[in-house]
């Protein structure tokens, strides 16, 4: 009879630590209210990362698409709009900022797939292409402050 009962004790302190746990993981190791539009933000880049990388022409020499200017657009359309909607102190120019960097990224490739439609086979590569990069430096040094603001889950001294 007392086998029963242990059993029994046993299951309701195992239900209530994983239910604990449960809460703890959703409830306080999400992000903040502050951070949800961030993390939003970031989220929604890292998808249009993989829809940006499924349009890439592998045939097309380096020179972008107009399918993937397309995908750049709606990608810096998105980031923009996402940015509108950060409103913590410490986030919200850092999301303007990518915002911001996403747009010229996207008219640059303009102007490199341009330059770059008129090169010779071997020719060095247009300025375009370095101010691209700079501008790709600049996005992956906003998206890290972002992220470093918010990380996905919070720390155990951020809760308490």
């Known amino acids: 009879m007392s086998l029963d009962r242990s059993w029994k004790i046993g299951v309701a302190v195992a239900l209530t630590v994983v239910i604990g746990l449960l809460?703890?993981?959703t409830k306080f190791r999400a992000?903040?209210?502050?951070c949800q539009p961030v993390r939003d933000m970031l989220d929604y880049n890292k998808a249009q990362a993989v829809?940006?990388?499924s349009k890439i022409d592998k045939n097309s020499k380096g020179v972008p698409t107009i399918a993937e200017e397309?995908?750049?657009r709606a990608w810096a359309d998105g980031m923009a709009e996402r940015a509108q909607k950060v409103t913590g102190n410490g986030v919200a120019v850092h999301a303007v900022q990518l915002a911001t960097l996403a747009s010229q990224f996207t008219?640059?490739?303009d102007a490199y797939r341009i330059a770059a439609q008129g090169r010779a086979p071997g020719a060095p590569a247009p300025t375009e292409a370095y101010q691209l990069s700079a501008i790709n430096a600049q996005i992956t040094d906003e998206m890290k402050a972002l992220n470093d603001a918010c990380p996905t889950h919070r720390k155990w001294n951020d809760v308490f």
Request: charged share 10%.
């Open 51 to 53: 829809q940006i990388e």
């Open 107 to 109: 008219s640059a490739l």
């Open 23 to 25: 809460v703890w993981q």
């Open 31 to 34: 992000p903040t209210s502050e």
């Open 70 to 72: 397309t995908a750049y």
